[in-house]
């Protein structure tokens, strides 16, 4: 068994649940946000904000900001772990890889902050 | 025709280097890979490689043929090369070079070792043997008959990347191999070394397994059961 640290969940298995199941949310919020689109073809601001404040939608948005953010966390973590190791970056390669995953989690964590206020905020 | 040979021996060269050999094959019938290296190897006979059987069972010429691994013996000169064309030959890639088309494939076997490819069964052994149904012996067809020639491992991006993490297709197959054996009782226990973020996981479904394997066997669909499998375990 080969464990890491940084990986989002504890197995291998419960990473690729969670990809595929967050993947499925996303291709699910992306056909609503093309459909409203599609549906309203001369939507208004206000039409726009008055869908996006409903709470079922803020919830479903809430939920594809989540989905996002592990997603993502998934995708960069192993993205890393193919391309940054010490097999291509020699002994700078842990460095260089926690480096470059410290700021995929700060970006993520701004994205989720800043997607609640901006779906749940006033 | 021209065969093109890496050449490379890393205790006196700083580089690998590919050399041209002209090569006297003839027109009349079609040769295998390992004949054309073999008629290289009369005119140049400072060339190494690794080749046993001759036919496809020893899994001891893998090697990078026209781009394509595979195993020399096997493999035709015109399935690979157009007339007139170079034939270019390189050692497995992803694996440490010894010596021209020699590879090291310590790590492929370590990786192999990690499967515990052997039966493991904690009942009463039976007085003469432990008996198989037909049903349940078809289900190890298409995985026992695995040569670890290591062509689709040394094929696998995620093996070149993480070749001490990731078990690789051959491993896997072997690992699905056991798993599947009804006179096997220690699946759940062979599963619980599988399900970290990169034994398994890190297969992509790239798919350059299925593509390469000279017995053509499909790892991929075996590591996607071993998926299931660990699926159902933890669900």
């Known amino acids: 068994m080969v464990t890491s640290a940084t990986n989002f969940s504890r197995t291998g298995l419960s990473d690729w649940l969670v990809q595929r199941v967050s993947a499925v949310v996303l291709l699910a919020y992306s056909l609503f946000v093309f459909g409203v689109f599609i549906l309203n073809p001369e939507l208004s601001f206000e039409q726009w904000s008055g869908i996006f404040s409903n709470n079922a939608v803020r919830i479903f948005s809430l939920m594809s900001v989540l989905a996002l953010c592990g997603h993502a966390w998934i995708g960069m973590w192993t993205v890393a772990t193919d391309y940054l190791t010490t097999l291509q970056l020699g002994s700078a390669a842990t460095f260089v890889r926690l480096a470059f995953q410290l700021g995929c989690a700060i970006l993520i964590t701004v994205y989720l902050l800043w997607g609640i206020q901006i779906f749940w905020g006033s | ?235």
């Open chain 2, 1 to 235: 025709m021209l065969v093109s040979i890496y050449r490379y021996n890393p205790e006196t060269d700083l580089k690998p280097v590919m050399v041209d050999i002209e090569v006297d094959v003839p027109t009349d019938r079609d040769l295998m890979v390992l004949d054309v290296l073999n008629l290289a190897k009369e005119k140049d006979t400072t060339i190494a490689y690794r080749r046993s059987c001759r036919e496809g069972v020893c899994g001891s010429d893998g090697m990078n043929i026209n781009g394509t691994n595979g195993l020399a013996c096997i493999t035709p000169l015109s399935t690979v090369v157009k007339p007139g064309k170079k034939l270019i030959l390189r050692p497995l890639p992803g694996l440490p070079v010894i010596r021209d088309l020699v590879v090291d494939m310590s790590i492929f076997y370590k990786q192999f070792e990690k499967v515990k490819p052997y039966l493991m069964n904690d009942e009463p052994a039976p007085n003469i043997e432990r008996l198989q149904s037909q049903e349940d012996r078809a289900k190890l067809d298409g995985l026992y008959e695995c040569i670890l020639c290591a062509c689709c491992t040394t094929s696998c991006p995620s093996f070149w990347w993480n070749p001490d993490k990731f078990i690789g297709p051959a491993g896997l197959l072997q690992a699905y191999r056991f798993l599947a054996d009804s006179r096997d009782t220690a699946a759940s226990e062979r599963l619980a070394g599988l399900e970290d973020p990169f034994s398994v996981f890190r297969c992509r479904g790239i798919m350059n397994c299925v593509a390469v394997c000279p017995k053509g066997l499909n790892p991929t669909r075996a590591i996607g059961h071993i998926r299931s499998m660990l699926i159902e375990q933890s669900a």
